[in-house]
């Protein structure tokens, strides 16, 4: 490229210092810039391994958090309030012959259209006029039975909302009822290799019925119920991992299978082996649980696993079957009891040598 000076406007050789025509001194030519270094060719196998640490990292990442859930979801169901609440509410929810137990009373033929009740029946015309201000009934009626034996009797009549609570022949007081708290779920014990526990649950109604909620006597007819104080104590096993509500009956039958295996046991082994079954056997409350009145005003009190009487307490075995209890010493010295509950659970017939010997009458704190 020719180059010009910038005096006389001659040209000039490149690299000249000095005009031919005019003696100005050039300013030397501008040195070519320096050639860019060249970028750095990357290894395409450097990245390809890059990649692959970042997918092994990942993958490894993922089994750890798979195999962390898969070892959750494994895991035994532990003992806890909620794993027991939940088993309950399942337990309710699924089985309505339950829930009535809970939630109906029976203590009268409520699916009649009328109950008749004698005038000196004065403990049934006080929970019948309950039920009539509640409105389940109309007022009764006074009226003579005629015959040889006349005697004045009242008529309760069944009034519409009394056959809106009626599920069969049971008085219902709600539909449903669920878990609101769960203690004594530290008793987990194993018997014939499972794991088992009793919980004890307070309930709580839902869907209550509407005559109840507005009744004046809504305590006194909660307290009518078989639970009146909405407690139960129910079996729980470890079934397939989860806590389930299981057989009191299936339980007690495990426990007297062990027990006669184990009375062929010798040795401190067997020794030690029936005295943890003896505790399997007071595993549990009954029916009795509680103090009762005697007809001469004596107080018979019923633990878990003794009877206090007179402030003398004896160590029994409680075994229940349906309606009737019937109670051994643990030391084999006394003559066994058998008690029929009746009433709800509210009257115990105690029963000595197949004869009747008193009726108890449960007291109510």
């Not at 450097?46 to 692959?52: E, L, N, T």
């Not at 007819?221 to 909405?230: V, Y």
Request: glycine letters at 10%; one cysteine or more.
């Amino acid at each position: 490229m020719a180059h010009f000076c910038t005096k006389c406007g001659t040209a000039y050789v490149p690299g000249a210092r000095f005009c031919d025509e005019c003696g100005k001194t050039l300013a030397a030519a501008a040195a070519p810039a320096p050639a860019s270094a060249p970028a750095p060719v990357r290894s395409a196998g450097a990245g390809v391994q890059r990649r692959h640490l970042i997918l092994a990292g990942g993958a490894l990442a993922v089994l750890i958090v798979a195999g962390g859930a898969l070892a959750w979801l494994l895991a035994p169901e532990a003992a806890s309030a909620s794993s027991f609440s939940r088993a309950i509410d399942a337990h309710l929810t699924a089985d309505e012959a339950a829930r009535d137990k809970l939630l109906c009373l029976s203590n009268l033929p409520y699916q009649k259209e009328e109950i008749r009740v004698a005038s000196y029946d004065s403990s049934t015309r006080q929970w019948l006029d309950i039920l009539v201000r509640g409105g389940l009934y109309s007022a009764p009626v006074e009226q003579s039975s005629g015959g040889w034996l006349a005697q004045s009797q009242f008529v309760y009549a069944l009034a519409a909302p009394g056959k809106a609570a009626l599920r069969g022949d049971k008085l219902c007081v709600a539909k449903g009822v669920k878990v609101a708290k769960v203690s004594g779920y530290e008793q987990v014990r194993e018997m014939g290799g499972q794991q088992v526990a009793m919980a004890t649950a307070t309930l709580t109604l839902t869907d209550e019925a509407a005559w109840l909620a507005k009744s004046p006597d809504r305590a006194l007819i909660l307290q009518r119920l078989p639970h009146g104080d909405l407690e139960v104590e129910l079996p729980l096993a470890l079934v397939d991992k989860q806590w389930q509500v299981t057989d009191r009956a299936q339980l007690q039958q495990a426990a007297m299978a062990m027990a006669g295996t184990m009375r062929h046991a010798s040795g401190a082994q067997g020794a030690g082996m029936l005295d943890k079954l003896k505790s399997v056997f007071r595993f549990g409350a009954h029916p009795l649980v509680g103090k009762w009145k005697g007809p001469m005003g004596s107080v018979l009190e019923f633990t878990r696993d003794s009877v206090i009487d007179n402030g003398k307490e004896s160590k029994v075995t409680f075994t229940t079957e349906g309606d009737a209890v019937t109670v051994v010493s643990q030391d084999g010295g006394d003559v066994a009891m058998q008690i029929n509950m009746s009433d709800n659970n509210n009257t115990a017939t105690l029963t000595l040598g197949g004869m009747p010997f008193a009726v108890l009458q449960r007291v109510r704190d």
